[in-house]
């Protein structure tokens, strides 16, 4: 059996790889804010399965079917049923403030009403640029696109810089990399799961599974009322 993953020029593309900072592609928009962007195609979106109980200090994130936290809330509980598997989206976009590729992750209503503003709007993505625009807080927030009537001069030069790009697959996949396993066992072990029975072939040590720590490594996605009533 072959031990060799990359040969050439992809073997070259890998080491110069470098890890992908989610937190300057995922756009944190407040009540009321907007953020300027240009649609890049009419399907750059994904579904994607997510766990997450902020209440525990774990945030909505991508997971694996053998995700330590489905198995947290298959095995450990009232206490984490928070930790059900739901569906989420992320939209890809050009930002025309930054002039690269920004993301949002958002809930299956709030996905529909996105998916229904890029399909209205479809046949002038090339010569419209949009707000998108955060309204609400909680379980009442939404995501608009408006179209802006007339750009700016600095605005239309990153605008015609995404002429052409497409989105990869493999954009999504490198923004929706699952954590660790071991990791989302120290968080699970803070939070009271026996990991040691549960997930016997993650193996803590004692101040892995004893010392207490945030999820800093995931940015809060705000619970909406997609995320909510998805578990009734």
Not at 103 to 122: F, M, P, R
Not at 146 to 167: A, Q, R
Not at 176 to 201: I, Y
Request: glycine share 6%; hydrophobic share 35%.
């Amino acid at each position: 059996m072959s031990v060799i993953t990359a040969r050439g020029d992809q073997a070259k593309e890998n080491a110069n790889k470098g890890k992908v900072d989610t937190k300057k592609i995922y756009l944190r928009l407040k009540d009321a804010q907007a953020h300027k962007v240009r649609v890049l195609g009419v399907k750059d979106y994904v579904e994607y399965n997510a766990s997450g109980d902020y209440n525990l200090g774990i945030y909505n994130q991508p997971v694996a079917e053998s995700s330590p936290l489905l198995v947290a809330h298959a095995k450990g509980g009232e206490k984490f049923n928070g930790l059900y598997k739901k569906q989420r989206y992320t939209f890809v976009f050009g930002s025309i403030e930054t002039g690269e590729l920004v993301a949002i992750d958002v809930s299956k209503n709030q996905a529909k009403t996105l998916i229904s503003g890029i399909e209205e709007y479809a046949e002038n993505i090339k010569e419209i640029a949009f707000n998108l625009k955060r309204t609400g807080a909680d379980t009442s927030t939404s995501y608009g696109l408006n179209p802006i009537l007339k750009m700016k001069p600095e605005d239309k030069v990153n605008f015609d810089k995404f002429e052409g790009v497409t989105v990869e697959p493999k954009f999504f996949d490198d923004i929706l990399q699952p954590k660790d396993d071991k990791f989302l066992a120290k968080l699970l072990s803070e939070a009271g799961f026996d990991v040691a029975t549960h997930l016997p072939h993650i193996q803590l040590d004692e101040e892995e599974a004893g010392q207490k720590e945030p999820d800093t490594s995931s940015e809060k996605i705000e619970e909406t009322d997609e995320s909510i009533l998805d578990n009734i």
